[in-house]
């Protein structure tokens, strides 16, 4: 009977939705006229299990890219650097900064206008050699972070550990509207029980960073 109540509540639609509207950040607006020297793409949303030479292959996450490539085409950015190296244990793999980087071409950003940080593994190393790579251009102004929004919150952490002045631009969102509806409350949806999979994985993830002091 406890493992039945269990499951109910995990595989809730209505609780999930509650839990990420707690942890992600909330979308922001750039209506301000405000503009940004460059924003920062932080990778894990290409598939690594297909390697074909003329197009690249998407997990969910796929705003990160879509969003910053809206805000350079509407003139609020004018570089992009992309953050992250392959997620392959053999060293064969291409990084996802260089096949991000493939897409952004591919959607007619140019060339001079991309830049790429690729031995990346993890978000604190994201951040270091992120900061690294702007002092190593000489970049200055104003940066916008581009992640996730349940993972915004460790990547603010580390960014701001690493000494990265920035805004947040959020994307990518678990969460919904709240609706009280009958099949949000009552019926049971397997996709729940895959979204806490991922928001328990971002806690624990964030809990270890704050206990080695990276956040």
Known sequence: MAGMVLLFLLSNPFL???AFLSWERKPVSLDNGKNYRAAIILTGFTGLRKNTADRVYFN????????TVQLY???RIRTIIVSGGSGSLTKNKISEAAQVKKALLYCGIPDSAIVIESRSHNTVENARLSRKLIDSLGLRGNFLLV???FHMRRAEGCF???GVRFDPYPVDVYSRDRA???DEILIPSEAALDKWSILIHEITGYVVYW???YV
């Not at 969910?60 to 969003?67: E, I």
């Open 16 to 18: 999930v939705n509650e």
């Open 60 to 67: 969910k996450g796929a705003d990160r890219l879509l969003h």
């Open 73 to 75: 085409k509407e003139g």
């Open 147 to 149: 992640t996730s929004a």
């Open 160 to 162: 701001k550990k690493a």
């Open 180 to 182: 009280l509806t009958p």
């Open 211 to 213: 206990i080695m002091g």
